[in-house]
């Protein structure tokens, strides 16, 4: 019967104090705590930088690329002048969906003039 290696958890705790020389450990052990701590303020930066990409900028909304068949019947159902173009133009629904699609390339064009 072979041996299992002898496995052990590090807390977040564990590894602020070893990193810190708070905890007596060897050499190797302070690097790896250190390098552990590096990786993990690389990780939360990057994780952070992945929100920041998904939040739309100030006085902006993020929309569906598409039109969905919910989104155009709430437009019909709640809107003016989604239930006059649904009732008074053939149609309606690709006219919608063209008015959309307009929308977000010229919201598109608009946000990369303001990020120059």
């Known amino acids: 019967m072979s041996e299992q290696p002898h496995q052990f958890t590090l807390t977040d705790m564990d590894i602020d104090l070893m990193a810190s020389g708070a905890m007596s450990i060897s050499g190797s ?7 552990i701590l590096r990786l993990r303020t690389l990780l939360s ?6 929100k920041d990409a998904r939040r739309a900028p100030d006085g902006w909304c993020l929309v569906p690329k598409e039109l969905t068949p919910e989104i155009i019947q709430n437009l019909q159902m709640n809107t003016e002048i989604g239930a006059y173009v649904c009732e ?3 149609g309606a629904y690709a006219l919608m969906d063209k008015y959309h699609l ?5 919201s598109k ?3 990369q003039s303001e990020e120059r």
């Open 88 to 90: 008074n133009l053939s």
């Open 29 to 35: 052990q302070m690097q790896m705590a250190q390098e």
């Open 102 to 106: 307009a929308l977000v390339e010229a």
């Open 109 to 111: 064009r608009t946000l």
């Open 45 to 50: 930066e990057a994780d952070q930088r992945g």
